[in-house]
């Protein structure tokens, strides 16, 4: 059984990346904050695996399933950087160090060549959703203690950085704690959508303070504007109170998902891209660098008033061939039988519509045994795909563990 609304929600927030890293387009980042939304749907799916697992095997678990489709990125693209001269540029990070390793454990950002920053460059999000994970037990402990009061945490220790400007010792770490305090609250939001905590909030209390919220994220990014403007993924402060206002709303919310089951190519490039999250994530601004040298090589470069529009198309084309090459090492990693295009459904008839009924309210057996409509149109009508952040149900959980991605970083890289 799958939540597609969270589905729905990862799916546009994969989407979301692609064009923001395509076009740059600074509203986007406050039209769909797509980090906060990927990092509250994990937290959310690691809580309940931390309620039916013991902490090691959570993280095992999720180390084994995001870590491989990294492996296989970094067969191709170091030994690429190596070729194309790594080793003699003058300035950043050389590959003949300890710091090569970060590309088999990201517990730090792995390095790379200038030429190949479009390799290297989104690796952030891995390295952060890796110490998310790590911390995760004892969050997840201290938020069963304390409940709420935890997600001001993240929050009181981003203005600490930033009254203080503190730095962590070594360089790298301070990306890992900046994206720790920008995300953190979101992480822990999860938390309280899985415990059912956030849907129990009253609307009362929820629309007034995300609003507030909201209202103080834009205040702070009308002062301080990045150097693209009105950029949040420019100024971590507004980013991380814009985020939390937006996760608390959307995640509260839960609507009826039956009409996604008639819309099937809707649906089934939801379920592709929950089922290739990561391959799309990794590989999608090589595919970006590939545009022109590609539309070149064909002799159609030549593109006038079309520019635009041929750039997205050929994005979503070239990233379609990367899902299609280098996607099942997340099938392997998840110990699937490896698909080139996990988008079918499962061909069972459209659910009919009924009325939502939230994941774990009592469904009273209709008459004769049969099921009723409201715990039908819960049920998901694409195949068992794997998760990449929120949405499990107590029926996934017997299942082997989904694999779970999302995405972080220093500001300039988002």
């Known amino acids: 059984m799958r939540n597609r609304y969270l589905d729905l929600l990862r799916a546009a927030a994969i989407l979301r990346v692609v064009v923001y890293h395509l076009f740059g387009w600074p509203w986007l980042s406050i039209l769909l904050p797509a980090m906060g939304i990927m990092f509250a749907l994990a937290g959310s799916l690691t809580a309940a695996s931390l309620d039916k697992r013991t902490a090691g095997q959570v993280v095992t678990s999720r180390l084994r399933r995001l870590l491989p489709p ?22 950043g990070d050389h590959p003949w160090s300890w710091k090569l390793a970060l590309w088999i454990l990201p517990i730090g950002d792995p390095p790379g060549s200038s030429a190949g920053i479009d390799a290297w460059e989104p690796l952030w999000y891995i390295r952060a959703y890796l110490w998310f994970v790590l911390l995760s037990p004892l969050l997840y402990l201290a938020y069963k203690k304390v409940g709420w009061v935890l997600i001001a945490g993240p929050l009181a220790l981003l203005a600490v950085l930033d009254k203080t400007g503190y730095s962590m010792p070594f360089g790298r770490a301070d990306g890992a704690l900046w994206d720790f305090v920008t995300y953190g609250a979101c992480w822990i939001a999860g938390f309280a959508h899985h415990d059912g905590r956030l849907h129990r909030l009253k609307a009362g209390v929820a629309y007034p303070v995300a609003v507030l919220m909201g ?57 592709l891209l929950n089922n290739r999250a990561v391959t799309v994530y990794l590989w999608h601004n090589i595919a970006i660098w590939a545009i022109w040298p590609v539309l070149t090589f064909l002799a159609l470069d030549d593109v006038s008033s079309m520019e635009g529009p041929i750039e997205l198309a050929m994005t979503l084309l070239l990233t379609a061939v990367a899902v299609v090459a ?37 469904i009273p057996a209709q008459a004769g045994g049969g099921t009723p409509h409201a715990e039908a149109a819960h049920r998901s009508t694409s195949p068992d795909i794997p998760e990449t952040s929120g949405g499990e149900t107590p029926t996934q959980r017997d299942s082997p563990e989904q694999p779970v991605v999302t995405w972080l970083g220093p500001p300039e890289q988002r």
Request: proline share 12%; hydrophobic share 45%.
């Open 326 to 362: 280098f996607g099942w090492a997340e099938d392997l990693a998840a110990r699937r039988r490896p698909h080139l295009w996990p988008a079918h459904a499962t061909g069972r008839p459209p659910v009919p519509p009924g009325p939502y009924v939230p994941p774990g309210s009592h």
């Open 70 to 91: 990294l492996w296989l990125l970094g067969l191709i693209a170091v030994p690429a950087m190596l070729y194309g001269g790594w080793a003699e540029q003058e300035g």
């Open 215 to 271: 209202l103080v994220a834009f205040y702070w990014l009308r002062g301080h504007p990045g150097e693209d403007g009105y950029d949040l993924n420019e100024v971590p402060e507004a980013q991380a109170l814009w985020s939390l206002a937006f996760v608390i709303l959307a995640l509260r919310w839960q609507p009826d998902m039956t009409w996604l089951s008639y819309a099937r190519p809707l649906d089934r490039a939801v379920t």
